[in-house]
Structures are given as structure tokens and as C-alpha cells.
């Protein structure tokens, strides 16, 4: 019985993990289009509706099945056809340790709502999002194509720079929750600081939040950091030669790594999936009043809480594409290494210090 | 010798000239519609009126002899205002339909209205014009419109003093007089075309031509007519590539569209014949050989130059080696240029052997254009024609080719049938027009023995046919050189075109011959004659600067002065 | 002339720290966001081929060829708008008119409308206003090349 609830939990969360990237796609054109005045997809349609564009992800899955799946001539044709799915894999096993809600009660039977509860948590994050940049270098250098080898170049530098950064940055706070373990982390959040404020991330570690936002996009190979691909520059970069459902798998990917990052982000400095004073039982406001809430409810409103934080965080993370310009490839790097993991460094003295004083 | 001054100039001219002609000397171009330097005055147009000091009313400079001291304006406002009102007169019943006339471009009136004419026009509306016939077709070369006639006379002097067959007259009186023939009966002679070219405006206009560009989509190339030993001058009007409109598909480029005579006052003066006019139809004809052909098992075979070359230089030097330099000979041609004979006459001597046979075209039948009672090969007139109809049989023999190809090839076909000639190259075909049939035939069997038998020309043959090599050449618009004409006056002929297909400049071809025989390297026209200047004795000291565009004659005893037939550029055709 | 930035020699504290003008940047775009989201009129998109936006009728369009009252050509074949051609795509073979006071017809008139710069010299340089701009059409968009040259017949049907 555990273990079909298991798998029930794993298909729940892949599933909803692949129609978030799919759904992605449509946000991210309508979001760009309204941005820039413009209307975006609404051409798509099933019996003359086009439900707001929203056809369109559904075309798009159709086109890229349908579509030659193209191998270049002097490719090495084993690493080319698996560099997406090494691309792609990490992606989605990272979200197995996010939890999104608390647990369900059902009976007797008590549900995590996390697929796995691992104590090393946050490591397991790191370890396999640095597997990540390899489906990247491996596509761009099997692909035989400059453009796709310099794209495959400059996403391991920069993952590798940022990879560096990204770890650094969030040691501030495990110091502060004294935890690495997701499902602690977000318990922790739950307390409250003089009885008032939550204490969630972004309020203990302001700054680590605005660094890890920042090595996260730059993680995920985004405008403002989207060097190895860089349309203007080299073309696609490492995703060049790909085709079809090939270069389906590294468009999903990078979508589905926006959810990660902002399940991630979530997690870690906005409480995850906590509304403040809501408890097991019902709200309890610091004022005194009470508000009692069946427990399922309270499931329920927390999962919710959980979504909507991350749909607000994709929602900015596509916002950011849309605002900000490239970097140069030294600017990324400069402020990859001289700007960010001093600051994270710094982060992390003044942290110890003020733990130091305070404890 | 008399001096007098217009515009303030001094001119000093002889007497009994007009005023119109000092004028001209002194640098003022008068304008004038009926005035002909090559026709007689008749002072009907009044546009040349000037102002004489002394005289109350303007004088036509046209038919008014200069007097000493005589002081003349040719442009006062009240001369200007004249020449306004005589314009207005001459437009009165002129239509505007300069975008439909083949003359636009190239009309006199059209220039000169420009130029001094510009009046405020009193007439209200066109339809007070004066309406005559349109298009009327006076024989098989010229339309006549009589609406666009100004009566400036030209055409009838024409007719009445250069080729005497009066055949041109005034009809009616008043507005409605007309230019026509009597009963509209058609124009003839070999003349007919210089008709257009007199005509100032368009009311004369060429059929052949009528439609078929429009002049400034052509630019004029100097060239010398090809078509008898007289040599006119002309020009070509061709579309180059890489010329001004170049993408209209149904105007095609690299092509010569009309000739126009060159004014040359010891040559032809104004004129040419309607034959050489017509003549570039043989330049753009379907049959013209475009690439070397060697004889195989199955007939001529297209080839490339480089094998061409190779075999015919390996396989000469090969029978020159077996049976002596004798054994080898080459053929001069009167069609083609004094360079390429000389070439051939050059390469010849380097083999050790040395040609004296030239051949001569002599047409059969008729020519497009040509009215006469016997063939154009027999055709001669008292004006321009020559019974010659080769345009360098003074040149090829001044190179040192001095026998004629006749009846048996000046020994040549005896000699080929007794086998001791073995290898003939020849410029051009020898055998085109053979008047008798028996003799073409016996002549065409000889050849057939030949070991090696090169034919190089522009157009294929029954003797090309039985070649061992076939070498196209081009026309005389696709390449330069000079032509020897019957007065012995050496003239340029220019390229106006690029070769069709892969055929090259036939001096092009000979000289890589006389490369490949070490007789020296040849890279244009021009160097070929200097090397000719300097070896034939007949053409000592000149070269293609002091040819110019008169010509030298031959031996070198004379230029010609500057002025005796000197035209000013741009002025367009009609002078 | 090109324009020169004067740029400062350092930046800004402000400047430096990337965040409040990142920050400043991003809500420029979530007030359009948001504006656009809640006032879709006032989006500039056109729905092309089923909504069109009105065209100014002094816009050069495709050619039509004028008729006299008995439906033939105006055009007298004169060559004058072949000459005045920047692009070279007009072409033209004249023919006999049978009627002497017009003289010229053309036999061949076609316009290569993928070599067309749609500049109106050619209807400039008409002395019949036999050509005209003014169809209303735009453009003519073809598969191959070929087909995009149009001749007499085409063109009189405007």
C-alpha cells in the first residue's frame, strides 16, 4: 500500500511537472506579447477554439513528434541522441525531494506530500543539477558544429562558475535553520519571529535570496544569462543541430527547470508550501483569534499555497526574460566570481557572527 | 581670303563661303533645319537667321556669303526672339508625339527646341492642327509621315543632287503641303536609308529599324563597312553588355541593332549604301560556327580550343617534318583584317614556308537592301560601290599575299592534287562563291585530299564540312584590326560586341598559332600592327593613334588634314 | 551624425548594485504586463489577413494598364517607362498599331513584379497615363518566380 501511494505520488508530480513546462511555453509567449504590446499565440485551434492560445503548447508537442529527427553528418550519433535526456533527467529527479505540501491525513494513514524525504536534501539538489550542465557540453560537442561546441563551452563555465556560487550562497542559511533536510526547512519557516513575522527565508538571509535567485537563473541558461544559447551571437548554441523531439527535450527541460527553481526559491525563502499562522488544526493570529480548519482543508490550502508561490515565481522568472538584456560573456563571469561569491562568502561571516552573538 | 567677326570672334575664310559655314569654323554652331553641307541651300527654314551690322532685318546665315569686316550676332535677344516665333511657326502643325516617333532622341527639332526654341505656344488646343497622312509606306525600306514633316527640303535635294533619281517632291501648297513620290509609288535605289538620315525629324523614318529600340538604349562604336572595298565609315549601334538598360528581355544585349554612316569626306562623305546598312543582319544570322569542330568518325565534333591548338600545331609541324615546310600552305583572305593576314603570314614563315595565295569574295545573287540588274558581285555604281566587294584586297596584298585565288587556286589545287601540298590552312572559305558548280566541285574533291585542312571562319560551309579542323572566327563587329580599302587607306575597324559563344577574334586565334611557332606573343590588335609596321614595307611608320578616325593611306604619303571631314561629337546624326 | 553618449565616468552606488535598477526594469514591464493584461484594446497587434488596416490611397500598388473606350491599351509602346526603370522589369515589344495616328501598340508588355521597387517612375514617365498605380492590390505573391512576371493581359485587368 506505501508503495503505490508512492508511485501514485511520483506520477502526480511528474505529470504536473510536464504540463507546468508545457504550460510554461504558452506563458512565457503570452507573457512576452503583453509585455511588448503585442497579442501573442491565438492562431491554434479544435472546432474554431483557440482557448486563448493555449492550443498552441499541444501544436507545438504535435510539430516536434512529428518532426525529422536529424542527426548531423560526423556526429558522434550515440552522444548526440542522448545528450537531451542527460539534459533533462536531473531536471525532473531534483523535484523529488521538494516538499509541496505537509502531510495528508486520510484515515489513518498519515501521506507526506514530498516524494522523498531525504536527509541530505539540498545536496542532492546540487549534486544532480551539476549533472545537468553535461547533457549540455556532450550535446554541443557531438553535434560537430562551432556554434554548438562554443555554446557547449560557455554553459560549462558558467554552470560550473555558478554551480559554485549557488552552494555557497544558501550555506547562510542552513547556518541560521541548522538543516540541509528540505521538509525541515520549510518546518522551520513555520515559526515565527517575536510572535509576529514568519520566519521565512527571504527575512533571516535578504541577501542570500537576491543570490540565489540570480545563480539560479543563471543555472537554468536564461535571459539575462542565456550565453550558451545566445540567438544573436551563435545561433542556438548546444541546442543547434537538434531537431524534433530531441530539441523538444531541451526546451521541456529548461522549462522544467523554471519550476524547479521557483519550487526551489519557494522552498527555501518563502516558507514553501506555509501560510503564516495556519496550523495543523486551523489559523491561530498572533491577535488571539482562532480559526479552526478540518485537517484535509488545511492540506489542501497548504498544496495551494505552495502552487501559487511557484506559479508567481515562473511567472517572474519569465518576466526577467523579458526585461533584462544579455550579459557579455565577461560580464557573466565577473560577476559569477567577483561580485556574487564574495558577497555569499561575506554572507556567510557576518551570519556566523551575528549566530555567534545571538546564540 | 576674307575676315570677318562673329560674336566677336575673328574668323578668316575664303571667299564665297556663307556665313553659317565661318560660324561653324569659329566654333558657334548656328541652328539650322534645311541647311546640308553636302546638299545645296535652300533657305527654307529661316531658323539660321542671324544679325548682320548694317542690315535693318536678320539674314539667313545659310545662304549668305561672307563679306570683309562683315560683323555678325548669331544670338541677340532679338535674333533669340526670332528664332522663337520661326519655331512656333515650324510646330504650328508638328505633333507632339515625341514618346511614339523612332526619331526622339536623335530629332533635330526635338534638340533645337531645347536648345533655342522653348516659345509660349498661342495655339489653344492640338485639335487646330492641321491633320495629313500618318503612315505612308514609300517602298520596302522607308515610312513616310507627313504630319511630323517640317519641309525642310532635304530629302528632295537628296534625291535631285546625290542620287539624281528625283524621285521626292512638295505636293499641295500652303499648311497642307506634303513631301511625297508622284502616285506614292516607291522609293528605289541603294540609297533609300540616307533618307533618314538627312530627314531632320520623323517624318522619314526606316522600317528596318522603326520599333525596334530606342536610339539612346544604343551607343554608337566606330567601325569601318565590310561590305566592298570602299570602306565607309560608319557606326554600329549596338546594346552592349553592361550598358544602360540592360534588362529589358525583349532588347537583348551584346547585339547590333543599326549602322549609320561616318562622316569621312574622301571616302563616303554623308553617305552609305542600304547594303552595308543591312549588313549587320549577318553578324546576328542563325548559321555562325560558335565553337571548333574536328572531324570524327561521325561527322564534325565539338571541341575546345586547347585541342584545337595542340592538334593542329602538332599535326603542322608533323607533316612540315615528313615532307618539307612546301608541303604546308595557308590561304590569305581580302575579308579579313591586315593583322590577321599578316599573323598568318608571320606564323607561315616560321614554318619556313611563305604564302602568296589570297581569295577574294565574290558574291552571288542578291543582298538585303540591294536593288540592281546583276548580281551584287558584278554591282557598281558612279557613287559609293565598288565592283570589289572585299573590304582589304589592298591590304592582303600589300602583306605579301599577291596571287589571286581563282579558277584553279592560283596552282594551289594542282598542287594539291599532284599531293604536294599535304596541310592548308585557310582564312576563310575560298570556295563560298565560286560562280561555277563544275569547278566548285572539283576544287571541294582536291581539298578532300588534303592531310590536314583547317578552315577558319564565321560561317560554316560545304568546304568547312569537309575540314579536318573548323575554327570559329567572328564578324567584323566582334573584333579589331584595320582594313586596306580600294584607295589604299588603311582605317579601324573597333569591337563593338563580344564574341558569340565560345568563337574567339580571329587574330586572337592566329596568334596563339605564332605563339606556339615562337614567332612571338600578341595581345591586341594593336601590338599585331605595330610588329606589322615595322616588318611589311608598305605600312612603315604608322600606328593606330595617326590611323584616328580618318585613316592613312597606303604607301604613307599623306594624312589627311584635320578639318576634311571632321565632326563634332554628340551632335547626333544629322549634321 | 552619430550620436555621442556621454557616459559617467564611474557608476552610481546604486548603479553598481544592479538590484534597485534591475528591480526598476522589471516594473516597467510588469506595469505593462498588467495594463495590457486588464486593457487588451489597447494592444497594436492586427489580426492580418482578416482584419486590414485601412492603406492611404496615395500608396503605389500593383500596375494596371489603361484602355482607350474600345478596350484596347493606351499604351503607345514609347519605352519611356522601361527607360525611367530603376529596377529594369519593365519590358516591352512594340508593335503596328492599325490605326495610323496612334502608329504603336505594344505586342509584349510585362512587368517583372519580384524585380519591382514599386517607385512610380514608370507611371511618372507615362506621356498616356497608360500606366497607373492605383489597383488597390498589393503585391503578388507566387511560389516561383516565374510566375510573378506579369504580362498585358494581367495588367489591363488591373
Request: hydrophobic fraction near 40%; charge should be neutral.
Amino acid at each position: 500500500m506505501d508503495f503505490l501511494i508512492e508511485v501514485i505520488k511520483v506520477f502526480v508530480v511528474a505529470i504536473m511537472l510536464l504540463n507546468m513546462a508545457a504550460i510554461l511555453t504558452w506563458v512565457e509567449r503570452k507573457e512576452s506579447a503583453l509585455v511588448q504590446d503585442r497579442v501573442g499565440p491565438n492562431r491554434a485551434s479544435i472546432f474554431g477554439m483557440s482557448l486563448i492560445g493555449l492550443l498552441h503548447p499541444v501544436a507545438d508537442a504535435i510539430k516536434m513528434i512529428m518532426k525529422e529527427d536529424f542527426v548531423p553528418q560526423h556526429a558522434n550519433r550515440f552522444l548526440f541522441k542522448i545528450a537531451p535526456a542527460l539534459a533533462v533527467f536531473p531536471v525532473f529527479v531534483v523535484f523529488a525531494v521538494i516538499p509541496f505540501g505537509d502531510v495528508l491525513q486520510i484515515g489513518e494513514r498519515v501521506i507526506k506530500l514530498q516524494i522523498a524525504d531525504l536527509n541530505v536534501g539540498i545536496l542532492y539538489i546540487f549534486a544532480l543539477s551539476s549533472l545537468a550542465v553535461y547533457g549540455v557540453i556532450i550535446g554541443g560537442w557531438a553535434s560537430n558544429n562551432k556554434y554548438s561546441l562554443l555554446g557547449g563551452m560557455r554553459a560549462a563555465s558558467q554552470m560550473i562558475s555558478y554551480e559554485v556560487c549557488m552552494g555557497v550562497t544558501l550555506v547562510g542559511l542552513f547556518m541560521i535553520f541548522g538543516t540541509v533536510e528540505l521538509d525541515d526547512l520549510v518546518r522551520y519557516q513555520g515559526e515565527l519571529i517575536g510572535g509576529w513575522i514568519p520566519k521565512w527565508g527571504i527575512l533571516v538571509q535578504p541577501i542570500s535570496f537576491f543570490l540565489f535567485l540570480a545563480t539560479a537563473m543563471a543555472e537554468n541558461k536564461r535571459i539575462p544569462f542565456d550565453l550558451p544559447e545566445g540567438d544573436s551571437e551563435i545561433v542556438a548554441g548546444y541546442h543547434l543541430e537538434y531537431s524534433g523531439f530531441r530539441f523538444g527535450m531541451f526546451f521541456l527541460g529548461e522549462y522544467a527547470e523554471i519550476v524547479v527553481i521557483s519550487a526551489l526559491v519557494t522552498t527555501l525563502f518563502f516558507g514553501g508550501w506555509q501560510i503564516p499562522y495556519l496550523y495543523g488544526n486551523g489559523f491561530h493570529f498572533p491577535w488571539g483569534a482562532e480559526l479552526a480548519i478540518v485537517p484535509w482543508a488545511v492540506s489542501l490550502l497548504q498544496v495551494g499555497s505552495f502552487s501559487i508561490k511557484v506559479l508567481f515565481f515562473c511567472w517572474l522568472l519569465v518576466l526577467t526574460r523579458w526585461t533584462f538584456p544579455r550579459f557579455r560573456y565577461d560580464q557573466v563571469m565577473r560577476m559569477g566570481w567577483k561580485m556574487i561569491l564574495p558577497l555569499a562568502l561575506a554572507n556567510i561571516v557576518v551570519t556566523g557572527i551575528v549566530l555567534l552573538i545571538f546564540n | 581670303m576674307m575676315t570677318l567677326t562673329i560674336d566677336g570672334k575673328k574668323v578668316e575664310v575664303p571667299e564665297g563661303t556663307k556665313v553659317i559655314e565661318a560660324a561653324q569654323k569659329a566654333g558657334i554652331t548656328i541652328p539650322r533645319f534645311c541647311y546640308h553641307p553636302a546638299l545645296s541651300i535652300a533657305g527654307v527654314c529661316r531658323l539660321c537667321t542671324v544679325a548682320i551690322e548694317g542690315q535693318k532685318k536678320g539674314a539667313i546665315s545659310c545662304n549668305t556669303p561672307v563679306a570683309e569686316g562683315m560683323v555678325v550676332y548669331t544670338n541677340t535677344p532679338e535674333i533669340q526672339e526670332t528664332r522663337k516665333g520661326i519655331y512656333e511657326l515650324h510646330m504650328a502643325n508638328h505633333p507632339i508625339d515625341c514618346p511614339v516617333c523612332d526619331q526622339s532622341g536623335e530629332c533635330v527639332l526635338q534638340n533645337y527646341y531645347m536648345q533655342v526654341g522653348r516659345y509660349k505656344s498661342a495655339f489653344k488646343n492640338t485639335a487646330e492642327k492641321v491633320q495629313k497622312r500618318k503612315v505612308v509606306h514609300l517602298g520596302e525600306k522607308i515610312v513616310l509621315d507627313t504630319e511630323r514633316c517640317i519641309l525642310c527640303d532635304r530629302c528632295v535635294r537628296f534625291c535631285n543632287e546625290i542620287t539624281k533619281n528625283y524621285e521626292l517632291n512638295r505636293f499641295n501648297r500652303g499648311n497642307h503641303t506634303e513631301i511625297g513620290t508622284f502616285e506614292n509609288r516607291p522609293l528605289t535605289g541603294n540609297y533609300q536609308e540616307n533618307l533618314v538620315d538627312v530627314c531632320p525629324v520623323g517624318a522619314l523614318l526606316s522600317k528596318d529599324f522603326r520599333f525596334k529600340v530606342r536610339v539612346w538604349w544604343v551607343e554608337p562604336v566606330d567601325s569601318i563597312c565590310n561590305q566592298c572595298s570602299r570602306g565607309c565609315n560608319i557606326q554600329l549601334h549596338v546594346r552592349k553588355k553592361g550598358g544602360q538598360v540592360q534588362n529589358t528581355v525583349f532588347h537583348p544585349t551584346n547585339e547590333v541593332y543599326r549602322i549609320k554612316p561616318r562622316l569621312h569626306a574622301d571616302v563616303n562623305s554623308y553617305w552609305i549604301c542600304d547594303v552595308g546598312r543591312y549588313s549587320y543582319k549577318q553578324i546576328h544570322t542563325e548559321s555562325r560556327l560558335s565553337q571548333p569542330l574536328k572531324k570524327g568518325p561521325r561527322g564534325l565534333q565539338a571541341k575546345g580550343w586547347a585541342d584545337a591548338f595542340e592538334d593542329i600545331a602538332s599535326r603542322m609541324r608533323g607533316i612540315a617534318q615528313k615532307s618539307g615546310p612546301s608541303s604546308v600552305a595557308a590561304l590569305g583572305s581580302a575579308q579579313h583584317t591586315n593583322e590577321e593576314n599578316y599573323l598568318l603570314w608571320r606564323w607561315m614563315k616560321k614554318m619556313g614556308t611563305s604564302p602568296t595565295v589570297y581569295h577574294r569574295a565574290v558574291p552571288k545573287g542578291g543582298r538585303p537592301g540591294f536593288h540592281g540588274d546583276v548580281d551584287w558581285g558584278e554591282f557598281e555604281d558612279n557613287l559609293l560601290i565598288q565592283k570589289d566587294k572585299n573590304p582589304n584586297t589592298r591590304g592582303v596584298q600589300a602583306v605579301g599575299f599577291h596571287k589571286e585565288f581563282t579558277l584553279d587556286g592560283a596552282g594551289l589545287l594542282p598542287a594539291i592534287e599532284r599531293g604536294e601540298i599535304k596541310a592548308l590552312y585557310c582564312l576563310g572559305d575560298p570556295l563560298r562563291d565560286l560562280q561555277n558548280k563544275e569547278t566548285f566541285l572539283s576544287a571541294l574533291s582536291a581539298m578532300e585530299r588534303l592531310e590536314l585542312l583547317v578552315v577558319q571562319d564565321a560561317y560554316p560551309s560545304d568546304l568547312a564540312s569537309r575540314a579536318t579542323w573548323v575554327l570559329p572566327g567572328v564578324t567584323f563587329a566582334e573584333k579589331e584590326g584595320t582594313f586596306t580599302n580600294f584607295q589604299g587607306r588603311v582605317q579601324r575597324i573597333r569591337k563593338a560586341i563580344e564574341p558569340l559563344g565560345e568563337a574567339k577574334a580571329d587574330w586572337e586565334i592566329l596568334s596563339e598559332f605564332v605563339k606556339r611557332f615562337e614567332g612571338g606573343e600578341f595581345s591586341s590588335a594593336e601590338g599585331i600592327f605595330e610588329a606589322l609596321a615595322q616588318e611589311i614595307p608598305a605600312f612603315h611608320g604608322m600606328t593606330y593613334e595617326m590611323i584616328g578616325s580618318k585613316g592613312v593611306m597606303l604607301p604613307l604619303t599623306q594624312t589627311l588634314s584635320p578639318q576634311s571631314g571632321e565632326r563634332a561629337k554628340g551632335e547626333g546624326f544629322n549634321p | 551624425m552619430a550620436i555621442v553618449v556621454q557616459r559617467k565616468e564611474r557608476l552610481s552606488l546604486a548603479e553598481r548594485l544592479y538590484i534597485p535598477i534591475l528591480l526598476g526594469g522589471l516594473v516597467v514591464t510588469t506595469r505593462r504586463f498588467f495594463r495590457n493584461l486588464f486593457h487588451p484594446e489597447n494592444l497594436v497587434t492586427v489580426q492580418y489577413p482578416e482584419e486590414r488596416r485601412p492603406i492611404s490611397p496615395q500608396l503605389r500598388f500593383r500596375h494596371r494598364l489603361t484602355k482607350r473606350e474600345d478596350g484596347t491599351p493606351r499604351c503607345v509602346a514609347c519605352m519611356c517607362c522601361p527607360t525611367a526603370c530603376p529596377a529594369n522589369c519593365i519590358h516591352i515589344e512594340p508593335q503596328e498599331h492599325s490605326d495610323p495616328t496612334i502608329e504603336k501598340r505594344p505586342a509584349r508588355f510585362e512587368i517583372d513584379l519580384s524585380r519591382c521597387v514599386f517607385c512610380g517612375l514608370c507611371v511618372e514617365a507615362c506621356p498616356c497615363d497608360a500606366i497607373r498605380m492605383d489597383t488597390g492590390k498589393l503585391g503578388s505573391p507566387s511560389y516561383q518566380l516565374k510566375n510573378m512576371v506579369v504580362d498585358i493581359d494581367f495588367l489591363l485587368k488591373g
